[in-house]
């Protein structure tokens, strides 16, 4: 399969298989995901994994919505920054879990991002804990590191269709 056949092919997949990761799958994921380009060559991103039920459980309620689904997922990839040498910590961060996800595609994964920075632990309470205060309860030793997102990975138990070929015409502007 080419590249373009890939990311053409790429859908967010939120539903998987009883089946865990490989070890193997896991490194070379890890590896490729470090690869990311980043600002002044900082390398900024830095990224827990996680294959710990009771972990996944707490992820899955670091929102009111939208990450429930990562209790039943065999595993996550914590995308954090050490945001004391960059300002552009969360560009770096985006990249590496974009590549992240290609990488797990092209393994023959599916993945999702659940979004953590900026986003509160409960909806009805805008101005109490943020999903990402509630996740470092998990991650102590991490905890001067920001928090991006959350990409669970996994297979898939039903792949999505690829999303159908759009006229994205207005979405270039050719100069
Ligand atoms: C910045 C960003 C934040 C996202 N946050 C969530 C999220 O919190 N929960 C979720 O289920 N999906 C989340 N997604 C996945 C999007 O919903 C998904 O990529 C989009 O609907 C397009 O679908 P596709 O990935 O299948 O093409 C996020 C994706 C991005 C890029």
């Known amino acids: 399969m080419t590249f373009s056949e890939m990311v053409a092919n790429r859908r967010s997949v939120r539903k998987f298989l009883d089946r865990k990761v490989e070890q193997e799958k896991i490194e070379q994921i890890l590896r490729d995901t470090l690869t990311a380009p980043?600002?002044?060559n900082c390398r900024s991103t830095r990224i827990a994994?996680?294959?710990d039920a009771t972990i996944l459980d707490h992820i899955s309620r670091m929102r009111s919505y939208g990450s429930t689904f990562v209790?039943?997922?065999?595993m996550a990839f914590i995308l954090m920054a050490d945001a004391s040498n960059t300002d552009l910590w969360r560009e770096n961060c985006a990249i590496s879990a974009t590549m992240l996800q290609l990488s797990a595609e092209a393994l023959g994964l599916g993945s999702c991002w659940v979004h953590v920075d900026g986003r509160p632990h409960r909806e009805e309470e805008p101005n109490g804990l943020n999903a990402e205060e509630y996740l470092h309860e998990v991650i102590p030793a991490?905890?001067?590191y920001r928090i991006l997102c959350v990409v669970a990975v996994g297979y898939p138990e039903t792949t999505p269709k690829p999303h159908s070929p759009k006229?994205?015409?207005d979405k270039v502007i050719w100069l």
């Not at 209790?71 to 065999?74: D, F, L, Q």
């Open 142 to 144: 991490t905890a001067p």
């Open 49 to 51: 994994v996680t294959q």
């Open 38 to 40: 980043s600002s002044k």
């Open 167 to 169: 006229d994205d015409s």
């Open 71 to 74: 209790r039943e997922a065999p």
